[in-house]
Structure formats: C-alpha cells, structure tokens
C-alpha cells in the first residue's frame, strides 16, 4: 500500500510531535552539492529548540566527521562532531571495536584522507590510501610489484577518485590471504552531483570484490553496523526516531533493518513513480514528504 | 558424470583423429606468460603437418590480430593472422556488421591500442582509449569536463591498464543517453600472469555496468558472438571441431554454447577438483588431459 504523502500543517506537526530523534541524510535532504534546500535552516533551528536531538548520517566515505563538520558549517547548518556519522567514521569505529583489530596488522586503504584520518582516530595503522607510490601509478603495469603481506589484516574500500590499476592489483594480492578481511565503508552505485549521478563508492570497490571473488563486509547504510556505530555514542528510543532520506535503497532501507520509522523526501534521487506508480519499488517508507524544508511553516517567525 | 581424462598415446591417436579444426585458447593452453608450454611447438608442428586447421581464440582484449600474430611469432608459434581471434576483433566486427554501426557515430573505447586498431581496421570512428587526455587524468575530479554526447553510438570496454576516475564518469555519462549501446568485449574477472592471478578485463569494466546498471552486450568467450566472427572467417564442420582451453567458464561453456566438443587441459587455471571433486564445476568438458603439450608423442622424430 502506498504511504501517506504529508502535506498540511497539521500533518508536519503531528510528525514532529511523534519524533524525539531525527536521523538526517544529507545529500539530497539538506542539500544538493553546494545550495541548502529552502527552509532547511530554519527546521534545523526549530527542531533544535524544540530539544529534538539531530543526527547526521551519510555513506560519504571521502570525509571523516571534522571534515563533515566543516562542511556543515560553511553551509550555515551547525553541527557538532557527536552529530556526524560518516561511513567512514563507522568503518574505523567497527574495524577497532567489532573486529578487535591486532594491533601488529595494518589496513590497506582504497580510498581518500577522509578515511585515513578515521582509522587514525582509531589508532589503526594503514597504508595505500593517499601515499603517492599508489596515487601516481602510470601504465604500464609492473606486476612485480605486488607482493603478498601478511602483516595486511583488511583491504578497506570507500570513494577513491584516484582509483588505478595498481590501486585494485595491490588489494586484490593481499585478498590472497584468506586471514585478510574484505570491509567496503558502502556499497552506493552513484552518488548525485552537479544535477546528474556518476560512479559512487560501490562502483569503485567493484571491481575488488569481482576479481578476488570475496563477499564484503559492508558497514554503510542500509546495513546496521552503521547503526550501531550510531548507538555507540547516542542514547535514544528507537520508537520515536525518524530516519529521513531520499533514497529508497540505502536511507529508508537502513531505517526498516533498524526498525526505525522512515520518511522519503522528494527532490532527490527517488522519482515519484518509485513509490506511487503501478510498479512501485519494493522499500516503502512509512512517510512521505516533498522536502524536509517545507516543515519550515511550523517554525515561529523568530526562527525563520 | 566425470569426463574421460586421456592419457594413453592410443587415445591421443584417437583424439586428433576425430578432429579437422582445433580451436585453441591460448595463455594457459599453448604458453605461460612468456613461456611455452612444453611439447606445444612441435604438437602445432605436426597438427599443421596431417592438415588440421588451427585457429586462436583468446579473451585477450588489448591485442590487434597483428599483435597476437607478433606475440605468436615470438614464442616460435608461427600463426597466419586470419587465425588468430581476439576479443577486440570479434567486437569491431559485431559493431561493424551486427549492429550496422551508423557512419555519423563514433565508439567511446575504454580499452587500449589493440582494441583502437581493430576499430580502425572496420573503419569504426572512436575517441578515447588512448587519448592522453583521458590516460592522464589527475584527481581531483572536475565533474563539469562530463558533457553529455550523442554522437557516441557505443561505449565499448576492454582491459585497460589505464582505468581511472574520468574514463569511468565520461562512460557513464554518455550510457545516460538510451541510444548509446553498452558492449564489453569480454567479463573475465581475473587474468593470470607472474604466477597468480590479476583483475581482467570484466573487473576494470563492471564499475561502468554498475554505476549505469545497464545490461551490457558481451562478444567474447563464453558468448556466440564470438564464435559468429570465427564462422564468417572460417568454414569448418563443428561435428569435427574442438575446443581446447583450460578455464570452464570461458573455454569450456563457449564450446558447449557453440555446440563443439570441448577438451580441458590441466596446468592452467583450472583445478582437479573442480572436475572430478565431490562437487564439480556445472561445466563439464567432453574430455580432460593434462597438457596439450602432452600430444607431442604422437609426433615423428623429424617433427620433434
């Protein structure tokens, strides 16, 4: 059955009545790129006041929570670094807590800073990443160079725009080892930029998980590990939590396996048809609304 | 049940004398990387010497005909061009005579030289592949270099060593338009060299077929298309026709989708149990020994 489109103020402020704690993605419910979506601001304001408690989650892997922090900052929409949960944050948090990491093993890196400063965070030593020896691989491919190590205990894979040949053959050499463990911080085909979607964090690691034939450990929503990095930290009732998203695959999914009410926002990646067209799309929300904006009607003029 | 695994010489008698035309896979069958398969020279010799017809067929997807030839010529394997197929030939002629590739669009390959002389070789206008502006991508990405363009009529991958962020993103933006056709010459995972095995030419390019989530046109073993370029070089009856390589996913199912008989040689990528173990591999060849090498006693001194 199709989920309630909201639409009147009544209906906005029975929802926030119902919610003590809103689990927000971001690209695409407060912002598109660099433009905050209208009224964001002013809800962001008002649900603070109310006392609602906020919490930022993204599968962007490039940025670790100081950086997602900034990023929140220069768009007007603070955030405190207890707010922000990346999946790179995630990763590094399950890789140090769940897994117990030994402390003489270290973590390849197929991805960006974002991750190494999460790892470091975490007091896990790794390599590959951003060491220039990887970044500025040239063809032709020496295959000498990729030798076996024991002392890699994961191959990590988030977004890495400096993604090569030499990137994939290292991960894929010390996948040879069957001690050495497979994590990808998500598993997001694409990511929306510049008003069109291109290769996300998922497409990247791809071919990693093709080629040494491996099944994943994926930490980023819709997976709960994700979540229980968020309960690491935070305390709150999961019946009057909202997980707001406007992907139907990984935010209102990762909402349904925590058990957490969802509401779609509109105007992102989710076309209307996805949810009320003859063939809908297997994820439901529980909610739907146009923008997480236009809950700005409810703010008093001062918080406007 | 268990193929027959040959070795005695009456059964390799019998064997060469069932078959007019062996069609054989080549790294793996004939050679190692850069070394010759023990007997192989003198097996060709004689093959060639009671008229057999032989005919290269390989996924390999960064060599021209020339090269393959040139490649062959090296290792002392003397070979005509019109017997060698690789995957880059068999896609430029799919392109080329399957499709009607119309004369106003151009290939975007994402892929290497080989696969670019194929296309030149059917008069197939491309760009990319080794187009310095793409090989030399540095990050980070400038996602407004990706520009929509609706005289690419194909976008064809192959291996190549030079994948990076922007041949994938500009891939993907050109799959936007439903017209441009998606075609990978082949989807091996792995590809051995130096001992072990590396991302093949179906890693590098399953970023693109995820990112896009198109379902790709494949030309190279196990698929008939591939057979369909060998059939309009060669006639030969298939009754007496073998295919000979050492991996069941490619070799193997492309003689049983072409309907020839199919020998597994031992010594590559293959191992014993996946044939005769407790829970054998779904493909079964016809036959197994263990090197092809291994036809050399058949031989006359003179041809040793």
Chains 1, 2 share one sequence.
């Not at 419910?29 to 601001?41: A, F, M």
């Not at 930490?219 to 909202?242: E, Q, T, V, Y």
Request: charged letters at 25%; glycine letters at 8%; aromatic letters at 8%.
């Amino acid at each position: 059955m199709a989920p309630p489109f909201l639409k009147s103020v009544e209906e906005y402020e029975k929802l926030v009545d119902s919610v003590d704690t809103f689990l927000l993605d971001c690209d695409g419910v407060l912002y598109h790129g660099k433009q905050v979506v209208e009224g964001v601001r002013t809800v962001l304001n008002m649900l603070r006041k109310k006392g609602k408690k906020i919490i930022f989650v993204t599968n962007n892997a490039t940025k670790s929570r100081r950086k997602l922090k900034e990023t929140f900052d220069q768009l007007g929409l603070n955030a405190s670094i207890d707010e922000c949960f990346g999946s790179a944050y995630a990763s590094a948090v399950y890789i140090s807590e769940v897994l117990n990491f030994p402390k003489d093993k270290k973590v390849y890196v197929f991805g960006e800073e974002g991750l190494e400063e999460e790892l470091d965070q975490c007091g896990i030593a790794h390599c590959g990443g951003s060491d220039p020896v990887d970044r500025e691989f040239k063809a032709p491919i020496d295959f000498t160079v990729f030798k076996a190590d024991d002392s890699i205990g994961a191959v990590l894979c988030g977004f890495d725009s400096w993604i090569n040949y030499q990137k994939l053959a290292k991960a894929m050499t010390y996948l040879r080892n069957p001690e050495c463990k497979l994590i990808l911080t998500n598993t997001d085909p694409t990511f929306p930029t510049h008003g069109d979607v291109f290769p996300g964090s998922g497409s990247l690691s791809i071919p990693i998980v093709n080629a040494s034939k491996r099944k994943p450990l994926v930490i980023g929503k819709p997976n709960k590990m994700m979540m229980d990095a968020i309960l690491a930290h935070h305390m709150f009732d999961p019946s009057r939590a909202l997980m707001v998203g406007d992907n139907l695959a990984t935010d209102i999914a990762f909402g349904r396996n925590s058990k957490i009410r969802t509401l779609l926002v509109m105007g992102g990646v989710t076309k209307y048809e996805q949810v009320f067209g003859e063939n809908p799309n297997e994820v439901v929300p529980d909610l739907v609304m146009n923008s997480f904006g236009d809950l700005a009607v409810l703010a008093d003029a001062s918080e406007q």
